[in-house]
């Protein structure tokens, strides 16, 4: 009978997080008879597709407070125009509606304001012009595009998803902070440190 193991699993030290580092541990924990009933992504580019192609049957959840920073980076708080802070509140309150409100809500903006999305202005480039609102854009499409993911949790309550990485990213803080504390110590016994502190969590 399968069983749910919260627990850290495997871990790694890498020069980089890459997809191919996914992929591996993939392998590795596939190898060890594991099996995923789902998956919570923080956006990174090219895991979404890497899981998509290899479990296309396994539920994803896209972070909600990974999609919300998304926002936040294309769109200030203090926005200067109407439909920015619109858009803005709308990521806001991802976690707190349902994604019936959430998709309802976003449909009702784009018919608002769908002519100051497509705003064009005179650009040297080849084209000849650019989005006057290239950011706000680029905020929608995220939204948009992310869409599919990002209510899973709520439509597949049996698998109890969470719809944030957040305790994976909260682990990792507590982490650096007891590094931070002894962070005179040498670097083999700072990893000595951290494998303990992952086996034990």
């Known amino acids: 009978m399968a069983r749910t193991v919260k627990k850290v699993l495997l871990w790694e030290e890498i020069i980089s997080e890459t997809v191919q580092v996914y992929s591996i541990f993939l392998n590795s924990l596939e190898a060890a008879g ?46 200067q125009n109407e439909a920015s802070r619109s858009l803005r509140g709308i990521a806001l309150s991802l976690a707190k509606i349902s994604e019936l409100e959430f998709v309802k809500n976003l449909d009702n903006w784009l018919l608002k304001y769908e002519d100051f999305l497509n705003e064009k202005s005179p650009s040297e480039t080849k084209r000849g012009w ?56 040498s670097s083999k016994r700072r990893k000595k440190m951290i494998d303990y502190m992952l086996e034990n969590f």
């Open 34 to 79: 594991y099996v995923f009933s789902g998956f919570v992504i923080d956006g990174r580019r090219g895991v979404l597709k890497l899981l998509e192609n290899r479990f296309p049957q396994t539920p994803i959840q896209f972070c909600q407070f990974h999609q919300i920073q998304i926002v936040k980076r294309y769109i200030p708080g203090k926005a």
């Open 130 to 185: 650019r989005y006057t609102h290239g950011r706000l854009r680029s905020a929608y499409r995220s939204l948009r595009t992310n869409l599919p993911y990002l209510f899973t949790f709520q439509n597949q309550p049996t698998l109890g998803l969470p719809n944030t990485t957040n305790h994976c990213d909260g682990l990792f803080s507590h982490i650096k902070q007891k590094i931070l504390i002894h962070r005179g110590i």
